[in-house]
């Protein structure tokens, strides 16, 4: 019993793959002698690392174009952190996967994490890494446990969040953006910038706009596109906001910009800009069960993209540090 219980304990220390496989390991022990389960089981409460719920550990999933074929094939890389208290973690292994298999190339590694996380008490996240060209991916509609037959939508377990990988990249623009992040996390005073479209007409102006330094968040007239000039999101960027919100393009259903609006004003009517990654958790769920206030469209929910960026988790990409603009030949 002195080495079960020493081996729990290590198990909590290791963590990641290694922990998951002894705690497994005394499971199945705790089987074999059934007499000593009431015991184990109570040290492991005892013993359990104390984690504050609202601290989550991250998969931070990173996707972009091959170089040899960006149209067909993506690279991805991933950052998962098991301890809630050290980032970043180690990056792992890059593959180069067809674009139609990536959806179960994340499948994996989600099904990973959860093994590895299965004794953490606190709340997980999911983040996803994309460049200007790939912002368009579906991922809040991608799904898990596809080899079961029975695959569930990731986005009805997990906040969802994507990031931006020229921001990543681009080390000129991150003192912008360190400020940002720091009003959003230290204020309550953090206000959204509600984009008309109208407005890049005179991009200075609007750029000028976003330096106030309250401004946190911004809310795009329109989807961001891969083969257009700087636009709302790229001033966003330099500008340092964390946060950027749109919904997805569907020409067959579009979403208007009122409805978009009513969509974010619920979000943050409730604990603020900070809570948005939760509540927007909550606002899918409650789409799906029939539940969101009438005044809110449930496809609006559905296709909703938040871009959330804390500037306080960086993570290191093996690329040039200079932003890739979209330009007009841009792969689509």
Partial sequence: ?????????????????????????????????????????????????????????????????????????????????????????????????????????????????????????????????????????????????????????????????????????????????????????????????YATGAEMAEPLQMGMRLKDPNVAAIVLSAAPRPDLPPDELTAALRAGLPIAIWVRDDANDPIDLDSLHAVVTHLVESGGLIELPRRALQARRAALTGELPPYIAPEAVHRLVVLWDDADRLVYVDQPSVPRLPSGDSAG
């Fill in 1 to 193: 019993f002195p080495t079960r219980r020493s081996s729990d304990l290590l198990a909590a220390q290791l963590g990641g793959d290694l922990g998951a496989g002894l705690i497994r390991w005394n499971d199945a022990a705790q089987q074999r002698y059934p007499g000593i389960g009431g015991a184990v089981d109570k040290l492991r409460e005892s013993t359990a690392p104390v984690v504050e719920e609202d601290f989550p550990v991250h998969l931070a999933i990173m996707i972009d174009q091959d170089g040899a074929d960006p149209d067909r094939c993506y690279q991805v890389s991933h950052w998962r952190q098991d301890d809630p208290n050290q980032w970043p973690p180690p990056q792992g292994d890059t593959a180069v996967v067809r674009a139609v298999d990536v959806e179960y190339v994340v499948d994996r590694l989600v099904l990973d994490a959860e093994a590895a996380w299965v004794r953490h008490p606190g709340s997980v996240a999911i983040e996803f890494l994309l460049p200007r060209s790939l912002l368009h991916i579906p991922v809040t509609t991608w799904r898990k446990e596809h080899e079961s037959g029975d695959p569930q939508p990731l986005a009805l377990d997990y906040p969802m969040v994507v990031r931006s990988l020229e921001r990543m990249r681009a080390q000129h623009w991150h003192w912008h953006w360190r400020n940002r992040w720091k009003t959003l996390r230290s204020t309550s005073a953090a206000t959204i910038h």
